[in-house]
Each structure stands twice: as structure tokens, then as C-alpha cells.
């Protein structure tokens, strides 16, 4: 009932600059908290960027500085602009969100609350 689908990716020269951008589609009630992880073969995701359940701005390690997040929340869409790109910044990255739904049966609303992860786009920073 929710997708987190993810655009922006492909390749660039190391220094360069490149901005992702994820949208939330579906039976979106709320979107609670929505950022972006990053994962290299062989190691943990790791956070990049996300804003928070209480609408906070939280980086990762070594993240601020190249990366910023920012979102349009009538689009439920967020955004990850990347500058002076280095080689180790290659990785797939992900977009994550923490979303309620709400649905109707017999007469009463309820609210359920998931997880949801984007398929990941390839960053590849080369020479």
C-alpha cells in the first residue's frame, strides 16, 4: 500500500555534485520520519541523512558538511543534495521512511504504522 520510490542516482566525477529524491505514494496517512541510508558491499547501512519523528534534521557521521536533506511534505517527497563527491561516497542509496496508514472497516478507523525502504539507486563516484 506504500511505495518509497527513489531517483537521481548514476555516476559522476569525484568533486561533483548530484542530488537523490524519494517519494511516498500510497495510502499515506502520515509520514512520520523519512531520511536516507547508504550501504557499500560488506558493510552495515549506514545513516546518511533523515528528519525525525519530531521533525529534526539528523545527519550521520562525517555526513554534514556534503550532504543535505530537505523535503516538500505536501509531496511527501524528500530530497539529498551531494557535493564535492568522493570516491568512498559510492554506495546504494536508500530511502527510509516511517509511515501510517489509515484504513476503515466495520464503522472504525485504525492506524497502523511500518517501515518502508525504497529499492535503492546506485552512486557511483569515479574518475
Known amino acids: 500500500q506504500v511505495q518509497l520510490v527513489e531517483s537521481g542516482g548514476g555516476w559522476v566525477q569525484p568533486g561533483g555534485s548530484m542530488t537523490l529524491s524519494c517519494s511516498a505514494s500510497g495510502n499515506i496517512f502520515n509520514v512520520i520520519a523519512m531520511g536516507w541510508y547508504r550501504q557499500t558491499p560488506g558493510k552495515q547501512r549506514e545513516l546518511v541523512a533523515t528528519?525525525?519523528?519530531?521533525?529534526?534534521?539528523e545527519y550521520g557521521d562525517s555526513m554534514q558538511g556534503r550532504f543535505t536533506i530537505s523535503r516538500d511534505r505536501a509531496k511527501n517527497t524528500v530530497y539529498l543534495q551531494m557535493i564535492s563527491l568522493k570516491p568512498e561516497d559510492t554506495a546504494v542509496y536508500y530511502c527510509?521512511?516511517?509511515?501510517?496508514?489509515?484504513?476503515?472497516?466495520?464503522?472504525?478507523?485504525?492506524?497502523?504504522?511500518?517501515?518502508?525502504w525504497g529499492q535503492g539507486t546506485q552512486v557511483t563516484i569515479s574518475s
Open positions: 527510509n521512511a516511517d509511515i501510517t496508514i489509515r484504513t476503515f472497516s466495520g464503522g472504525i478507523y485504525s492506524y497502523t504504522s511500518n517501515e518502508h
Open positions: 528528519f525525525t519523528s519530531i521533525g529534526e534534521i
